[in-house]
């Protein structure tokens, strides 16, 4: 494109040419005021919105606050769904709290309502104080350090009451190795351990069991858990049974009618081992119950007395 410029004072005409070039930096030109009128307008807008009342202005303005309070919401809500994420786990811990607690209320031989109430499950310690004269809110990176904070301190109770339950286990599971139960219900001694005069022969000797008088046919349980290393006849006690319960600790039954089990046999604290008789060198029925450590008699009444 050609331009022609005529000056009429000098009656001269000067021709400009424009060409792709010019018509580019031309576009850039009008590209580049239009830019900073928008941004202009707008920060005028943005500005002195709050303070004119206009409809439109107060569109725009209003649109721009719902899009922030949308980023913020949306913000917010990611720190609230990480929260819950956490305080989910936290409830889990507590409740696998509570049922250790319960169990170890079993072991130890407590009612749920007997526990602390730290351990008794939906109890809530009770708490209160004058009302604050000085108090603030938390910030979100505060409650994050409270709530792993908690996590730790919920993760330390619940292996120490883990390590509790365990040896609390291992405590009864000893006990029933321990000849602690009656081999018979509700019976009472009628020959003590230890000295006394022989029913035979009137003499001073050492009776190293208890006798329970019974009638014949009368339940004779074991004692403890454990295996049976002798069941047979003997000549001094008549039919008997050696329970076995490890650690060098063995109880006998003597002077029994009937054997229930043999050897090799494990039985259980409580379980039908024999019925009561008169075999072997007795003056008439009843259980002859020994406990042995090491081959050494022990009062077996000291036993039995622990389960009490």
Same mark, same amino acid.
């Given at each position: 494109?050609?331009?022609?410029?005529?000056?009429?004072?000098?009656?001269?005409?000067?021709?400009?040419s424009?060409?792709?070039?010019?018509?580019?930096?031309?576009?850039?030109?009008?590209?580049?005021?239009?830019?900073?009128?928008?941004?202009?307008?707008?920060?005028?807008?943005?500005r002195?919105?709050?303070?004119i009342?206009?409809?439109?202005?107060?569109?725009?303005?209003?649109?721009?606050?719902?899009?922030?309070?949308?980023?913020?919401?949306?913000?917010?809500?990611?720190?609230l769904?990480?929260?819950?994420?956490?305080?989910?786990?936290?409830?889990?811990?507590?409740?696998?709290?509570? *049922? #250790?607690?319960? !169990?170890? %209320?079993?072991?130890?031989g &407590?009612?749920?309502? +007997?526990?602390?109430? $730290?351990?008794?499950?939906?109890?809530?310690?009770?708490?209160?104080g004058?009302?604050?004269?000085?108090?603030?809110?938390?910030?979100?990176?505060?409650?994050?350090?409270?709530?792993?904070?908690?996590?730790?301190?919920?993760?330390?109770?619940?292996?120490?009451l883990?390590?509790?339950e365990?040896?609390?286990v291992?405590?009864?599971a000893?006990?029933?190795?321990?000849?602690?139960?009656?081999?018979?219900?509700?019976?009472?001694?009628?020959?003590?351990?230890?000295?006394?005069?022989?029913?035979?022969?009137?003499?001073?000797?050492?009776?190293?069991?208890?006798?329970?008088?019974?009638?014949?046919?009368t339940?004779?349980?074991?004692?403890?858990?454990?295996?049976?290393?002798?069941?047979?006849?003997?000549?001094?006690?008549?039919?008997?049974?050696?329970?076995?319960?490890?650690? *060098? #600790?063995?109880? !006998?039954? %003597?002077?029994?009618?009937? &054997?229930?089990?043999? +050897?090799?046999?494990? $039985?259980?604290?409580?379980?039908?081992?024999?019925?009561?008789?008169?075999?072997?060198?007795?003056?008439?029925?009843?259980?002859?119950?020994?406990?042995?450590?090491?081959?050494?008699?022990?009062?077996?009444?000291?036993?039995?007395?622990?389960?009490?």
């Amino acid at each position: 494109m050609n331009i022609i410029l005529v000056s009429g004072a000098t009656a001269r005409a000067r021709t400009l040419s424009l060409d792709w070039r010019h018509w580019t930096a031309g576009g850039f030109g009008l590209l580049a005021l239009f830019l900073s009128f928008t941004l202009l307008f707008n920060y005028v807008t943005l500005r002195y919105a709050a303070s004119i009342n206009h409809p439109l202005l107060q569109a725009i303005l209003l649109a721009d606050q719902r899009e922030e309070a949308q980023k913020t919401q949306e913000v917010v809500q990611g720190h609230l769904n990480a929260m819950a994420v956490k305080l989910g786990d936290l409830q889990a811990r507590m409740l696998r709290l509570d *049922g #250790l607690g319960e !169990r170890l %209320a079993k072991l130890a031989g &407590l009612k749920p309502q +007997e526990l602390p109430g $730290v351990l008794q499950p939906g109890v809530t310690p009770g708490r209160g104080g004058p009302a604050p004269t000085l108090q603030r809110n938390l910030s979100l990176d505060e409650f994050n350090a409270l709530l792993a904070q908690l996590a730790q301190q919920v993760d330390q109770r619940s292996d120490q009451l883990g390590v509790l339950e365990a040896l609390l286990v291992s405590d009864s599971a000893n006990k029933k190795f321990l000849p602690t139960l009656k081999p018979i219900e509700d019976a009472w001694f009628s020959s003590n351990f230890g000295w006394r005069l022989d029913p035979f022969t009137g003499q001073q000797s050492f009776h190293e069991g208890i006798d329970f008088p019974a009638d014949v046919g009368t339940a004779i349980d074991a004692a403890a858990s454990g295996k049976v290393i002798f069941a047979d006849v003997h000549p001094a006690y008549g039919k008997i049974i050696e329970i076995d319960h490890g650690n *060098g #600790l063995v109880s !006998r039954y %003597a002077h029994c009618s009937v &054997l229930l089990v043999k +050897e090799g046999d494990f $039985v259980m604290r409580g379980q039908l081992i024999a019925k009561v008789g008169t075999t072997g060198r007795s003056t008439g029925p009843h259980l002859h119950f020994e406990v042995r450590l090491n081959g050494v008699p022990q009062n077996p009444a000291r036993f039995l007395a622990a389960s009490g």
